[in-house]
Structures are given as C-alpha cells and as structure tokens.
C-alpha cells in the first residue's frame, strides 16, 4: 500500500472478494533529509505523508498494517545504480528496478514471512496462466498500462502476485475508492522519481557524487569539437534543448562518451538506428534459441514496432529493427510482446 488510490482500492477491492487482507507500506526514502535542505516536499509517492495516508486507509478497511524498512537497500539497489548508469553515460529507470528487485524480491519475501499466498499491488497490467507459463499482459487503460515496468517478473513472482485493476481504467477506481469511501479517493497521481522530489536529477547526481569530474567536450559526429559541456550526466540520447551551440540545422544529442568524457551530437538522420544490443535478458515464453519475429517497445511513452530479436549468450540478444527508430537510449527497458502479452525483455546497452 503506497498510500495512493491504486493500491488502497486493491485493497479494499480484494476484501471486499472474502480475501484475508495484510496491509504493507515500504520505508524507502528519507524525505527529511531532502526538506531540511530544499522546503517543502513534491508530488512524488513513498513519503511520508504517504506512508501516514496508507496507515489510515488500513484502519479504515480494518485490516492489519505493517512498515517494512527498505532505505539501505533501495540506496544500494536502486540509488547508487542510478547513479553509476548516469557516470557511465547511460540513462537509467528507477522505476523499473524498484519494481523488480524492492517489491517483486523484497517485500514479496516479506509477504511469504506473514505467510501470504499472494502479494497484491495497484498497478494496471494482468497476469494470465496459459497452460504451464505465466504471462503479463497490457493493462485495458492503455494511458496507464505499466506493463513495460514489470517486464522483469519471473515465472514464480507472477504465481503469487495479483493485479486487481488490470482490467480497470483509472475513472472506475476513483469510482470504487468513493464508493469505499476512501479517503485517499481523490489524492493525486504522484509524479516524478521519488527520491528526486524536486524533478532536478543534476542537483541529486552532483549532491551524491559530486560535480566537475566528467566535464568535458561537446563533438559533433564529424569529430567537430563545438564546446564544452558540465557532466555527461546532463544530457540523455535524443536531447535537443539545452545545447547551447549555434549549428546550420538543429542538433541533438546522438551518443555519450563516457571513457572520453564526450557528448556527441549530430544532425536528426544521426538519431537514428535500426539495430542495438541489450543485456540482462528476462522471458515469459521459453528462451529463444533462434531469431524471433516480435514487437518492441524502447520506451514507456513508446509505440511497439516490428522487431526480429536474436539470441546471444550470457542473457544478451540483438534487436533489428524493420525501420530505423530514434532515440535509442542505452540505460533504458527493451521490452518484447505479442499482441498485449509481454514475452520478454532486456536492457539497452
């Protein structure tokens, strides 16, 4: 339970079905920190506020109601990589590791300690068995499906986990949380990475690691040197405002150099690619041993294209492209489906 909508629906929906229901918040973060320094806290889920609206609903749901305390191994496992994957000029999603390895291996971990047969969350995806696998599928409200951010589930993980809104669009959750009654029934969405309450990533990177050590030079694809630039971390692939630079035609940013410390940028054509490799492979179907015809998406706002992926040893595969596609961004999700069902999945090198 976040303290959000989606999950205290989950909950009460799930009692409401005969369920015996446990209540579990994650400590994840501390906002004090963040709001002695900077004012007053943003939108973001996880805070305390959050943790205190979660407790609430539980009380008022009547069922039980537990803090689990997360902070060291969400600065380790979600923190610290976030920041590496910046250092090393990719451009990484938090959400999709918090996702994977704080509630799908930790507090599912916790649940199994209480003795749970599953672990129930709000988000909008679903989980059907075919024969002997489980898969993923789109959740029906397509503006909230978040599908692309589990692509990492295990066959195991999604035996014992529920999705109670997969079929549900975000309207006819707020109908449900007024018809409970909820308080949280109107509460807003949350917004941005939660330990980055403020939305201003540089601040945090340069707070964590400091700033100066990846300065360097701004190169066009020709090997053009056109500035200097203040951290690598400041940019991602496909950026086009905040260059700076006076060029015959728009640039954009097309690759990072992290070992030379440079930014690359190019023309629009240069945004373009038809194939990349990813790492970190993860599949619902059985692993591929030949090539295999699917759909991609590289992105979460992203539309799925045609793709032929190919296998490749130690969990990594090459992914081709029928046309060209922009803004491939290593760091980022490459997730496979066939039709709404998520088949696999893997991270952009």
């Not at 537990?66 to 923190?79: G, K, L, M, P, S």
């Not at 988000?123 to 978040?146: M, N």
């Not at 970190?280 to 090539?291: A, F, K, L, V």
């Not at 296998?311 to 039709?339: C, H, M, S, W």
Request: hydrophobic fraction near 35%; charge should be negative; proline fraction near 3%.
């Amino acid at each position: 339970m976040s303290g959000g909508v989606d999950s205290s629906v989950t909950a009460a929906l799930l009692k409401e079905q005969g369920y015996e229901v446990i209540g579990m918040t994650m400590q994840i973060w501390d906002y004090s920190s963040f709001t002695d320094q900077h004012g007053d806290q943003f939108g973001t889920c996880c805070s305390l506020d959050d943790v205190y609206d979660a407790r609430r609903v539980a009380e008022q749901l009547d069922i039980p109601f537990y803090v689990v305390n997360f902070e060291d191994d969400f600065q380790r496992e979600v923190i610290e990589r976030f920041c590496n994957e910046y250092f090393i000029g990719r451009t990484p999603n938090p959400c999709v590791l918090c996702n994977q390895i704080l509630k799908f291996e930790l507090l599912l971990r916790k649940a199994r300690e209480l003795e749970a047969d599953f672990m129930a969350t709000g988000h909008y995806a679903s989980i059907e068995k075919e024969g002997e696998r489980y898969f993923l599928r789109k959740g029906l409200d397509q503006s909230k499906d978040q599908s692309y951010f589990l692509f990492t589930l295990s066959q195991e993980q999604m035996a014992q986990t529920l999705f109670p809104l997969g079929q549900m669009t975000k309207d006819e959750v707020r109908e449900h949380a007024e018809r409970f009654k909820l308080r949280v029934a109107q509460k807003a969405e949350s917004q941005d990475i939660c330990f980055v309450p403020d939305g201003d990533y540089v601040r945090f990177l340069e707070e964590e690691r400091g700033a100066g050590q990846l300065d360097g030079d701004i190169v066009h694809v020709s090997g053009e040197v056109l500035a200097k630039h203040k951290g690598i971390y400041r940019y991602t692939v496909g950026q086009r405002k905040g260059l700076g630079i006076g060029w015959k035609a728009p640039l954009f940013v097309v690759g990072i150099d992290a070992e030379k410390k440079q930014v690359i940028v190019g023309e629009k054509e240069h945004l373009s690619r038809k194939e990349l490799v990813i790492d970190g492979c993860n599949w619902s179907i059985e692993e591929p041993t030949e090539p295999l015809i699917t759909e991609c998406r590289i992105r979460y706002r992203h539309q799925e294209v045609p793709a032929t992926v190919e296998p490749l040893p130690n969990r990594e595969a090459k992914i081709t492209f029928k046309d060209a596609q922009k803004g491939i961004t290593p760091g980022q999700a490459a997730v496979f489906y066939a039709g709404d069902k998520v088949i696999g999945g893997g991270w952009i090198k």
